[in-house]
């Protein structure tokens, strides 16, 4: 499949300094089997090094108190969090993983790797989504992006409850940050959508997929629900 190189999307207010990168196709990819092949093939190689790189990385860290204000608090999806108890065992209340840099690639790689399996357009996981289900993804797709501003409202009344019952000293500005990743990605789809016509995947030619590549396919749907991060970092 020809295509271009990578080109690498900066973002120079957090820590790495990117959000992965695009690669520009010049042609649709026509095969059904060859579009799975190509979704699923970068979230699989991506988590091949990110998974080992976090376990490393975690052997590396220490659990510590932490404190009532003035700290960041990594995303939790269900993968990490395993993780994080299989590598440190458990952790007490109040405390947590302080991490290695090692630690924090590795987390930032499931970061990555979870935002481009989102079932959407031409991410890899709207390729996974289009080759398993054909054209219903365009529905999917359409009501993925409406979910996302479900996400942003559910964070804004788990960080905003308890400020205004008195039970959290987290500041409103943090309120509202902490809350906005998710309402930034509602606008980044949208402005992706309008740069590639579109949040409906390009039709591929008739042909099934083949049985394998269906169980990778689902594989890679349920990556995507235990890599999500309700919020992918929490200011205190």
């Given at each position: 499949m020809p295509a271009s190189l990578p080109y690498f999307l900066p973002l120079p207010v957090i820590v790495p300094g990117t959000l992965g990168a695009v690669i520009a196709m010049r042609d649709r990819i026509r095969s059904r089997n060859a579009l799975l092949?190509?979704?699923?093939?970068?979230?699989?190689?991506g988590l091949v090094v990110a998974i080992p790189v976090l376990a490393w990385g975690l052997s590396l860290s220490q659990v510590m108190p932490n404190p009532e204000t003035g700290y960041q608090q990594e995303g939790q999806?269900?993968?990490?969090?395993?993780?994080?108890?299989?590598?440190?065992?458990?952790?007490?209340?109040?405390?947590?993983?302080?991490?290695?840099?090692?630690?924090?690639?590795?987390?930032?790689?499931?970061?990555?790797?979870?935002?481009?399996?989102l079932p959407w357009g031409q991410l890899d996981g709207g390729h996974i989504a289009y080759a398993l289900v054909g054209e219903r993804h365009h529905a999917i797709a359409r009501w993925l992006r409406r979910a996302l501003l479900l996400v942003f409202?559910?964070?804004?009344?788990?960080?905003?409850?308890?400020?205004?019952?008195?039970?959290?000293?987290?500041?409103?500005?943090?309120v509202v940050m902490n809350s906005m990743s998710w309402l930034v990605w509602?606008?980044?789809?949208?402005?992706?959508?309008?740069?590639s016509g579109g949040s409906e995947h390009p039709p591929f030619e008739p042909g099934p997929l083949s049985p394998a590549r269906r169980a990778v396919a689902w594989f890679c749907l349920v990556l995507f629900v235990v890599l999500f991060m309700?919020?992918?970092?929490?200011?205190?």
């Amino acid at each position: 499949m020809p295509a271009s190189l990578p080109y690498f999307l900066p973002l120079p207010v957090i820590v790495p300094g990117t959000l992965g990168a695009v690669i520009a196709m010049r042609d649709r990819i026509r095969s059904r089997n060859a579009l799975l092949d190509i979704g699923a093939a970068g979230p699989i190689a991506g988590l091949v090094v990110a998974i080992p790189v976090l376990a490393w990385g975690l052997s590396l860290s220490q659990v510590m108190p932490n404190p009532e204000t003035g700290y960041q608090q990594e995303g939790q999806s269900l993968l990490y969090v395993a993780l994080k108890y299989l590598v440190v065992g458990p952790i007490p209340a109040g405390h947590d993983v302080w991490l290695h840099p090692t630690a924090f690639a590795g987390w930032f790689g499931l970061l990555l790797t979870m935002v481009n399996l989102l079932p959407w357009g031409q991410l890899d996981g709207g390729h996974i989504a289009y080759a398993l289900v054909g054209e219903r993804h365009h529905a999917i797709a359409r009501w993925l992006r409406r979910a996302l501003l479900l996400v942003f409202v559910f964070n804004l009344l788990r960080f905003g409850l308890p400020v205004l019952a008195g039970t959290s000293t987290m500041s409103p500005l943090y309120v509202v940050m902490n809350s906005m990743s998710w309402l930034v990605w509602y606008f980044v789809l949208g402005l992706l959508s309008k740069l590639s016509g579109g949040s409906e995947h390009p039709p591929f030619e008739p042909g099934p997929l083949s049985p394998a590549r269906r169980a990778v396919a689902w594989f890679c749907l349920v990556l995507f629900v235990v890599l999500f991060m309700p919020a992918p970092m929490t200011s205190y």
